[in-house]
């Protein structure tokens, strides 16, 4: 059974940083894309960014909204995806969710929720 | 980027009535469209994916269509656990994007 298991969510002030985790179970995590997508409060969905698989380079790419401030890796020797979020403003403040794939999400991590305020 | 503009922004409808989402992208994606459901305090689900294919364990009351700008997700006979938030989302250019989204209540 593929698992996606969100964590690393918290309260952080505005300019400060945090890194999410995603410990992934249940399928050949390094054979796969990993994707974040994020929903501020009571609003829609919104893709962050996402990251290869080695095959194709591990390279990411990210939404012009992020880029520059946020850096997704991956080490597939712990099968764990992060997602290091950097300069943060309140407009970030959402749920992150760690989903497998890239073209159409299946499968999504719980949540985790970032509040970004002062 | 491709903007999606879902409509109506609130369905309610009865069960077992017919739903019908729209949802209108700003240039062409050909048929890379899908739907996602997603119930209050939960993840979205995907319900179908490239317009028409329905993903694994999907009612067959939903079914999707539409190609190019214009886009249908359609519930045949609604049920009272079809209640929820619809998203359509387009793979066709990076960075992906997905509609506003449109709540359906069930009456």
């Known amino acids: 059974e593929v698992q996606l298991v969100d964590s690393g969510g918290g309260l952080v002030q505005p300019g400060r940083s945090l890194r999410l985790s995603c410990a992934a179970s249940?399928?050949?995590?390094?054979?796969?894309?990993m994707t974040w997508v994020r929903q501020a409060p009571g609003k829609g969905l919104e893709w962050v960014g996402f990251?290869?698989?080695?095959?194709?380079?591990?390279?990411?790419e990210y939404a012009a909204s992020v880029n520059g401030r946020f850096s997704i890796s991956r080490d597939d020797s712990k099968n764990i995806a992060y997602l290091q979020m950097s300069s943060l403003k309140i407009e970030d403040t959402a749920v992150y969710y760690c989903?497998?794939?890239?073209?159409?999400?299946?499968?999504w991590g719980q949540g985790t929720l970032v509040t970004v305020a002062s | 980027e491709v903007v999606l503009t879902q409509s109506p922004a609130t369905l309610s409808l009865s069960p077992g009535e017919r739903a019908t989402l729209s949802c209108r992208a700003s240039?062409?994606?050909?048929?890379?469209l899908g739907w996602y459901q997603q119930k209050f305090g939960q993840a979205p689900r995907l319900l179908i994916y490239?317009?028409?294919n329905m993903a694994t364990g999907i009612p067959a009351r939903f079914s999707g269509s539409g190609s190019g700008t214009d886009f249908t997700l359609t519930i045949s006979s609604l049920e009272p656990e079809d209640s929820a938030v619809y998203y359509c989302?387009?793979?066709?250019?990076?960075?992906?994007?997905f509609g506003q989204g449109t709540k359906l209540e069930i009456k």
């Open positions: 989302q387009q793979r066709s250019n990076w960075p992906y994007t």
């Open positions: 989903t497998r794939g890239l073209d159409y999400v299946y499968f």
């Open positions: 990251i290869r698989s080695k095959t194709y380079g591990g390279t990411a």
């Open positions: 249940g399928f050949t995590f390094g054979d796969y894309p």
């Open positions: 490239d317009t028409s």
């Open positions: 240039q062409s994606i050909s048929n890379y």
